[in-house]
């Protein structure tokens, strides 16, 4: 058993990591004892021995964790990667960004970037995986990549086996139903997004579940748009069109949100008194316009800091780990009367 094997041949042998792979060679970091014994034993059987340059490179880019976001200007995904980077440099991280623009040949060129850099982690965001009929060969190429450099997938997709971080959606549309309830909004139409983006959906449905409990009517046609100011701004005009008014609108993000407080000022309608407008993420940009918009916000730190441990202690995270992060409900003007 003398042929030569690299160190990703042994680490797809062992069911690991190159990184854990390289723990045990330099006897750095904690490791699994039966993932330790399995390395150990292929080592031995194969009488690995490391190549320094690659065991200097390799020693060099441990430290460097690649982020994919589909696109760097949406305000949501650059809070999460600001929050993340502060996390990262506090333990000795460097974030190598990349904006793949939703595209899918671009998003497999980044990851194969990043599996030749030897990455320590790669944090992806959104892009195909918010596909709401997500592709098996997707799957099937990031489940690849992730036996050699741990993916951390920031969307809940039940089919998908490796590392998975997202905002929590029940509990918070039940919180943000409630409240709409006690205020005396009975009925509801649902604002932008798109019928097939994965977190849309997930939102919308939470939504329309909590509303059945609170005895509020939710429109069956929901209006959609872009994910913009300006895509918030057309739907609204939409919404104007369709003749008699809701009682509130539930946007499925802040900027949609605040597109749509816009255009009630064009239109002489009053925000709350005549319609009620309510948002998600928490940007911080819905606290400055009046009269401020009521958001479910995501808890970008907590977001961040969870990404990072994982990170940390990527070789003894569970691949089919999965963390929900809490959100909070924030109630301002636009949606409170009493």
Same mark, same amino acid.
């Given at each position: 058993?003398?042929?030569?094997?690299?160190?990703?041949?042994?680490?797809?042998?062992?069911?690991?990591?190159?990184?854990?792979?390289?723990?045990?060679?330099?006897?750095?970091?904690?490791? @699994?004892?039966?993932?330790?014994e =399995?390395?150990?034993?292929?080592?031995?059987?194969?009488?690995?021995?490391?190549?320094?340059?690659? =065991?200097?490179?390799?020693?060099?880019?441990?430290?460097?964790?690649?982020?994919?976001?589909?696109?760097?200007?949406?305000?949501?995904?650059?809070?999460?990667?600001y929050?993340?980077?502060?996390?990262?440099?506090?333990?000795?991280?460097?974030?190598?960004?990349?904006?793949?623009?939703?595209?899918?040949?671009?998003?497999?060129?980044?990851?194969?970037?990043?599996?030749?850099?030897?990455?320590?982690?790669?944090?992806?965001?959104?892009?195909?995986l918010?596909?709401?009929?997500? @592709?098996?060969?997707?799957?099937?190429?990031?489940?690849?990549?992730?036996?050699k450099?741990?993916?951390?997938?920031?969307?809940?997709?039940?089919?998908?086996?490796?590392?998975?971080?997202?905002?929590?959606?029940?509990?918070?549309?039940?919180?943000?139903?409630?409240?709409l309830?006690?205020? +005396?909004?009975? @009925?509801?139409?649902?604002?932008? +997004?798109? *019928?097939?983006?994965?977190?849309?959906?997930?939102?919308?449905?939470?939504?329309?579940?909590?509303?059945?409990?609170?005895g509020?009517?939710?429109?069956?046609?929901?209006?959609?748009? @872009?994910?913009?100011?300006? *895509?918030?701004?057309?739907?609204?005009?939409?919404?104007?069109?369709? *003749?008699?008014?809701?009682?509130?609108?539930?946007?499925?993000?802040?900027?949609?949100?605040?597109?749509?407080?816009?255009?009630?000022?064009?239109?002489?309608?009053?925000?709350?008194?005549d319609?009620?407008?309510?948002?998600?993420? +928490?940007?911080?940009?819905?606290?400055?316009?009046?009269?401020?918009?009521?958001?479910?916000?995501?808890?970008? =730190?907590?977001?961040?800091?969870?990404?990072?441990?994982?990170?940390?202690?990527?070789?003894?995270?569970?691949?089919?780990?999965?963390?929900?992060i809490?959100?909070?409900?924030?109630?301002?003007?636009?949606?409170?009367?009493?």
């Amino acid at each position: 058993m003398n042929k030569k094997i690299t160190i990703v041949e042994l680490a797809e042998m062992a069911g690991v990591s190159t990184a854990t792979v390289s723990r045990v060679i330099n006897n750095t970091g904690k490791v @699994d004892k039966e993932k330790k014994e =399995k390395i150990l034993e292929l080592i031995d059987r194969y009488d690995y021995r490391p190549n320094q340059i690659a =065991k200097a490179l390799q020693a060099s880019k441990s430290n460097t964790v690649g982020f994919v976001v589909p696109h760097i200007n949406s305000p949501y995904y650059a809070r999460i990667f600001y929050e993340t980077e502060i996390a990262a440099k506090k333990k000795g991280y460097t974030i190598l960004l990349c904006n793949s623009e939703s595209d899918r040949h671009l998003e497999s060129n980044i990851l194969n970037t990043f599996m030749s850099a030897n990455v320590r982690a790669i944090v992806f965001m959104g892009g195909r995986l918010d596909d709401i009929n997500i @592709d098996k060969k997707y799957l099937e190429e990031l489940e690849k990549i992730n036996k050699k450099i741990p993916i951390i997938a920031c969307v809940d997709v039940a089919e998908l086996n490796c590392v998975q971080v997202y905002q929590e959606q029940k509990l918070s549309s039940k919180k943000l139903l409630e409240h709409l309830s006690k205020e +005396g909004y009975n @009925d509801i139409a649902l604002l932008g +997004g798109f *019928g097939n983006i994965r977190t849309t959906v997930d939102r919308r449905n939470e939504i329309i579940e909590s509303a059945e409990k609170y005895g509020i009517k939710v429109r069956k046609k929901i209006i959609e748009s @872009d994910y913009s100011v300006e *895509g918030g701004n057309i739907a609204m005009q939409q919404l104007l069109k369709c *003749g008699e008014m809701p009682e509130a609108i539930i946007c499925i993000n802040d900027l949609v949100a605040i597109g749509a407080l816009s255009e009630t000022y064009k239109n002489n309608i009053k925000v709350p008194e005549d319609i009620a407008i309510s948002g998600y993420d +928490g940007l911080d940009i819905s606290s400055f316009v009046y009269p401020g918009i009521t958001t479910v916000a995501c808890n970008y =730190k907590e977001y961040a800091e969870t990404i990072v441990n994982i990170i940390n202690n990527i070789e003894s995270v569970a691949k089919n780990t999965r963390k929900s992060i809490s959100t909070e409900l924030i109630i301002r003007g636009s949606t409170k009367i009493s």
